[in-house]
């Protein structure tokens, strides 16, 4: 009678952990890994030592010293007394200002240059091929440098606006200045804010107008439920919809929650439009654009829209033909073949390179160097610096707040690519 | 009426119409006016819209242009020309800006007794893409392309010749030690092939080349990085980092594929830091903070901080670019590889990886043409790229006050370089599409 037994293990030998593929793994790991401790180790040594002999230490305390220096833009409270942690603050709502604008009006100019790129009209199509190969193969930055030329150089002084028979006027019936000093827009202010009021510097004839925090959160809020009210009226639309079969007219329902709201909270605030007029010598109220946050929202707009065309064409070509014509043949009309047929399939390949592109305009917005935005990089990455001398935690803050945007924008894509990818079966 | 059939029609015609030519509205240019410009209300406001902003911009640039002045040594000058015709200063281009300084335009400071080493050198560099770039070309000039990147270092920066050499003699070590090695142990001879050259570039290398350039002393001039500039520096940091870039990509993007959870995860945190951050960051921490990371006293080449900063970057986004392409192929053609019994790397090299690197030619060329315009950026670290030199030209007094002449050569140069890549990359595409034909 024979017992089944175990094969003989075999004794483990060293040679196993090269020639052996379930051992190699981990034989090859461990070394890569030691070559990378040790590497780190290397610089950080390196570093350690090269701190010490400058005499400098690694904190982050200077965040907190005063920054000493004047900020020309600023969408928060600051003066040159407040910390350089709130420079830097500054500074990072410049970059997501000029990010925010620049992804909105790429994206718009991107899909109009795209749409009319595909278009059968040679013209049309041979110009927007223009802009896009155009833009595509200059660096952005001689554009930010150009569009920043044209506009102070080229553009008229205030004082041209001035006298009987000026050399140059207002555009838009007398609401906006274009200048050599950045262009002057209108602003809204209002008569009764929860603020307090102050007069417009001093001038016959206008009223006391002021902008305060609390009114805007209010028109805010008004808004905000307004949006949440006609969510509302839609889902009882889809319900009875579902229900009957038919589906309530309700556009007006919705219009009229928009407008009527917002209507009443601005009449209560006298909400009034406060038009930019000369004063001394250079124009004074309304909102001023300065020109360096114009040319670079100018360049990154016209250059990233020349990329966001490109992949818009790709994402309707990408939709074969036969779906747009089975759509016909089932009857439907060409906006809502567009709506249901064409568009879903086409924004499942737009996207993802789509907000790979709002990723690079976030990024290159630190192009704000060549015009003297105040952007992060100028602040933080900048003039702290300079100041403090702590180039490390300078950089590494800086850094790291890039590579945070990143991953924010990277798992907003990744959220989007989970929901729309393609369920086969 | 005919005799012929008298009651039963009226009428009948009896012989064919000639042929006659088609309505003028259905042939010819008006048709084609019909069908591509007027087709709709919205096409015909589109074309007239066009048409507008066509003849505005040409209406508006045309002449500027055309009045151009291109023998003029100052702007002055330049616009006492244009007076003399009658004209204001802004109504005529002053393009001999360009005549009178294009030469620091394209080569920097780099001394001009010596211009024709960065023409031989952009020469040399054609000759050696050449095989790699068309396959129609005899396969032994790759033996050229090798050789390529020593004579191009030889010829920008001269220095004697011997350094390079030693450089070339150190693969040759290496190569010696494979084939010697490998046969007594195949892993002696890859350990041997790796260590081995390292050691003669580390310790025998510099003596060697030292005693000979005490001895034999030849070569050329030697040219420090700082006297480049303009178009040689952005060409040369361009095709560095493109070169070097691409090999380093794909290693990282086999890397991510990896099933080795240390390797993948390091190179995914390598790549997402990378691409993270802009690259005017990363030329700022290569100017600023790099000394911190090195021994105490090391003190390298600026240009050479750049490169490497710029070649880790661009991999950074290739490997990505050729991760897509991996990620592209059906799982069939790896389990192909492996059921062929094929080991890693040569069912990488033979099947994997020229599949996925042809899905991802037109990624890769974008990623260079990116790269070639980040070139600019140095500018902002103190290197004279073409912009930066356009700074330098308006500042000084002969040409004080000139803009757009400037921006507009240099945009020029860019989209040709930048425009026959992409030109490139869609034959490329072209020739390799095997399927659908």
Known sequence: MSTLTDPPKPAFRLSQLIYDTRYRSITIQLVALLLMVLGIGWLVNNTVQNLAALGKDFNFGFLDNSAGYDINQRLIDYNSQMSHGRAAMVGILNTLLVAFLGCVTATVIGVIAGVLRLSKNWVVSRLMAVYVEGFRNIPLLLWIILIFSIMSESMPQPKDFRGAEPAASMIFSDHVAVTNRGIWIPRLGFTNSLSGNEAVASVEGLPAVATGGADWALIGVTLLISIIAIGFVRTRASQLQEATGNRPTTWYLQLGLLVIPFVIVALFLGMTVVTPFLKGFNFTEGTHLRNSLIALWIALSLYTGAFIAEIVRAGILAVSKGQSEAAFALGMRPNRTMNLVILPQAMRVIVPPLISQYLNLAKNSSLAIAVGYMDVRATLGGITINQTGRELEGMLLLGGFYLLLSLLISSVMNYFNNRTQLRER | MSDTNTHAVSYVRESMLAESAPPSTETGTIKWMRENL?????????????????????????????????????????????????????????????????????????????????????????????????????????????????????????????????????????????????????????????????????????????????????????????????????????????????????????????????????????????????????????????????????????????????????????????????????????????????????????IVLPQALKISIPGIVNTFIGLFKDTTLVVFIGLFDPIGLAGAIRASTDWNGIYWELFIFIGVMFFIFCFSMGRYSLYLENKLQREHR
Not at chain 2, 253 to 282: H, M
């Open chain 2, 38 to 350: 007027f087709s709709s209300v919205l096409n015909s406001v589109l074309t007239i819209l066009s048409i507008l902003v066509v003849y505005w911009a040409v209406s508006k640039i045309g002449p500027w242009f055309w009045n151009s002045v291109w023998d003029a040594g100052s702007l002055t000058e330049c616009r006492e020309i244009l007076a003399a015709q009658g004209m204001g200063g802004h109504d005529g281009a002053c393009f001999g800006v360009i005549k009178d300084r294009w030469q620091q335009l394209i080569f920097g400071f780099y001394p001009s007794e010596y211009y024709w080493r960065p023409v031989l050198a952009l020469l040399v560099f054609f000759v050696g893409i050449t095989p790699v770039l068309f396959d129609s070309v005899p396969r032994k000039m790759l033996i050229l392309t090798i050789l390529t990147p020593f004579v191009m270092y030889l010829l920008l920066w001269g220095g004697a010749i011997w350094l390079p050499l030693m450089v070339v003699a150190g693969f040759g070590v290496g190569y010696l030690a494979m084939k010697f090695l490998s046969p007594v142990n195949g892993l002696l001879g890859t350990i041997g092939a790796i260590i081995l050259p390292l050691i003669f570039w580390l310790y025998l290398a510099g003596p060697i080349a030292d005693w000979l350039t005490f001895y034999a002393p030849i070569g050329f001039e030697f040219v420090p990085s700082k006297s480049f500039g303009g178009f040689t520096l952005s060409l040369v940091i361009g095709i560095v980092a493109i070169i070097l870039s691409l090999p380093l990509g794909i290693l990282l993007a086999l890397a991510r594929q990896s099933n080795l959870p240390i390797i993948k995860y390091s190179a995914v945190t390598f790549i997402e830091v990378i691409r993270g951050v802009p690259l005017i960051v990363w030329l700022f921490t290569a100017s600023l903070l790099l000394n911190y990371f090195l021994p105490p006293g090391t003190n390298f080449d600026l240009m050479l901080r750049v490169i490497i900063m710029v070649t880790l970057f661009s991999a950074a986004y290739i490997a990505e670019v050729v991760r897509g392409g991996l990620a592209a192929l059906p799982k069939g053609q790896y389990e192909g590889g492996d059921s062929l019994g094929l080991s890693y790397w040569q069912s990488m090299q033979l």
